[in-house]
């Protein structure tokens, strides 16, 4: 299994972009990349996949290198509604390999 | 809207009580999964089933008990051998189409 590592928490204010780094130094071959962002007493949101590159969608834009070893979540001027624990998860494409979610990246954003 | 509905959404339990938490979807989705999460803390995987009539431990599973007879349901049972069950438990399912799992809204479980 790719283990992952992230920051416990960043601080941000409203209208900045916000990066989380996230690293998976053992991801294999078939293993897709997913973050996850999860509110208070809910369940967690998925925001966006990739596999290698870049990806955006109305949310949020995930940078991916070429080793594949470490990727980057960037929420484009966050507000106070994106204070959040966002989680990175390495999965196998056919999700039969159910995974474990770390503590995630605590962020707060400042008014 | 399709999704996946827990009830009950706060549940109070007494030491020594079994109690049965309530997982349902409507996604078509194969495989489903339970989860654990403690205050200030990630999620950790307590069963999880890829189709009907199986099922598999997961990390955190003493205690825990859960059935799939049907396609849309995935009950999980905290019994009393669980000795810290007060918790926010999630249920989960795997979305092939975006390799990305839909979760529910929570149960929170408080041990009175």
């Known amino acids: 299994l790719a283990k992952t590592t992230q920051p416990i928490s960043m601080d ?3 209208g900045q972009e916000v990066n989380i780094t996230c690293s998976h130094n053992n991801i294999a071959t078939n ?3 997913t973050w996850y962002q999860q509110f208070p007493s809910q369940g967690p949101r998925f925001i966006i996949q990739g596999y290698k ?3 955006t969608n109305e949310v949020a834009s995930l940078f991916i290198p070429a080793d594949r ?7 484009p001027r966050v507000s106070l509604s994106d204070t959040a624990v966002y989680y990175c998860l390495v999965v196998l494409d056919t999700g039969r390999r159910a995974l474990t979610f770390g503590s995630g990246t605590r962020l707060q954003v400042q008014p | 809207d399709g999704g996946i509905t827990q009830s009950p959404k706060y549940l109070f339990r007494k030491e020594g009580q079994n109690v049965t938490l309530s997982c349902e979807q409507n996604l078509n989705h194969d495989a489903m999964y339970w989860y654990r999460q403690d205050p200030g803390q990630g999620l950790r995987l307590i069963y999880y089933s890829q189709i009907v ?15 799939r007879e049907k396609k849309e349901s995935f009950p999980l049972t905290v019994t009393s ?5 007060t918790a926010f438990y999630l ?8 390799y990305g799992y839909t979760f529910g809204s929570g149960t929170r479980l408080t041990v009175v």
């Open chain 1, 31 to 33: 293993d897709y990349i």
């Open chain 2, 53 to 67: 009539n199986d099922f598999q431990k997961g990390d955190i599973a003493e205690g825990y008990s859960v059935s």
């Open chain 1, 53 to 55: 590159t870049k990806v």
């Open chain 2, 91 to 98: 249920c989960a399912s795997w979305d092939p189409s975006r």
């Open chain 1, 69 to 75: 070893k470490s990727s980057t979540l960037s929420l």
């Open chain 1, 12 to 14: 941000s204010y409203e």
């Open chain 2, 81 to 85: 051998a669980q000795k810290n069950p």
